[in-house]
């Protein structure tokens, strides 16, 4: 199939367009860093009431400004503060028993007259659950009803016509997402959190650690130092590590038996004694390692076994590159 060139009329489209384009998330992310540099204080004690609050947040709106709401709710979750989101139509038909005592109620509506809005917004009052306000206008009805209000004032929408919210809500979505950065850092979460509340994808994989991939207990393949070889290379065969370990009572580490090992001994192999054969000084590592960073240290080392030990140098586990390549750990 042969393509015919591009004609210059379509050339000179394509760059009025990508320009087009460029100007509007240029525009978008000028509105962000002035409200940045702008605003911050309006949004402190927002993050200090829903850091001290018992119950979930709950965000809520209409339209575009629920979908934003919904998002938020996410990232608040995602970084350690409970968090849902109402659909504020739904709040009338039996939603607003989601809305608990000590509950923080975070409402979105760049007009700040949204009438979906009047009925949550009375319960509120009514039973003094306090209200977070992200709106355009300080003197809207939303902004007035509300304990505390963040007003970004009029903003331009990038779309060509002016209407439809772009700008407004793509503000609105990082205004949210300072606000859960905000509370995630007085909260303290750490990257072990992350992990809690996303256990499954890539990034969850990045956050294992050693311990939740580690051979343990009966899997672990121990031999007494005196033990003969034949009865070595028996559990070396029945574990499928491809390693011995030899251990004190204490599982203090004595020394490892590997393939190579017993390669080098291979004339005096069956006439000697565990002890004989083994590496006296095995790589070790410990628990608390990220398993992704297990697996680099021992493809970089070349091994394809680990011990883990505690600072006691007793034996703990065995990590294996084949249990992270098959959690899909090694690699990530």
């Known amino acids: 199939m042969h393509w015919a060139p591009m004609s210059a009329s379509l050339i000179e489209k394509d760059a009025f367009l990508a320009a087009r384009m460029a100007d509007a998330m240029l525009a978008e992310a000028e509105t962000i860093r002035l409200f940045a540099q702008q605003n911050m204080d309006r949004c402190l004690d927002a993050v200090h009431l829903i850091h001290a609050s018992n119950g979930p947040l ?8 629920g979908h934003i709401a919904r998002k938020i709710a996410s990232t608040f979750s995602s970084l350690g503060k409970p968090a849902m989101f109402m659909h504020a ?74 209407l439809a919210p772009t700008t407004s809500t793509t503000l609105t979505l990082a205004i ?9 850092v007085l909260l303290g979460t750490a990257p072990d959190d992350f992990r809690k509340y996303h256990p ?16 343990t207990g009966d899997a672990l393949p121990f031999v007494s130092p005196d033990a003969e070889m034949s009865d070595v290379v028996v559990t070396i065969s029945e574990k499928a590590l491809g390693v011995a370990i030899l251990s004190d009572r204490e599982r203090k580490v004595i020394g490892v038996i590997t393939d190579g090992d017993m ?43 680990c011990l883990v030990t505690d600072d006691e140098n007793r034996v703990e586990g065995v990590l294996s590159i084949h249990d992270c390549l098959r959690a899909g750990v090694a690699g990530v």
């Open 176 to 184: 949210g997402d300072a606000l859960a950065i905000g509370v995630s």
């Open 263 to 305: 390669r080098r001994h291979a004339k005096e192999l069956w006439s000697s004694r565990a002890i004989d054969v083994a590496t006296k000084t095995p790589i070790t590592i410990n628990r608390n390692l990220l398993a992704h960073d297990a697996a680099a240290f021992m493809s970089e080392k070349g091994i394809t076994v």
């Open 58 to 65: 709950v965000t809520t709106g209409i339209g575009k400004s």
């Open 89 to 162: 139509a739904e709040a009338s038909h039996g939603d607003l028993g989601l809305v608990q005592p000590g509950s923080v109620v975070l409402a979105l509506s760049n007009s700040g007259e949204t009438t979906e809005l009047s009925d949550l917004l009375h319960y509120c009052s009514l039973y003094d659950i306090k209200i977070i306000a992200i709106t355009a206008s300080h003197t809207s009805t939303l902004a007035r009803a509300a304990d505390y209000t963040i007003a970004y004032g009029e903003v331009r929408e990038v779309c060509p016509n002016g």
């Open 200 to 215: 499954g994808g890539k990034l969850g994989l990045r956050l294992l650690r050693t311990s939740q991939l580690m051979r």
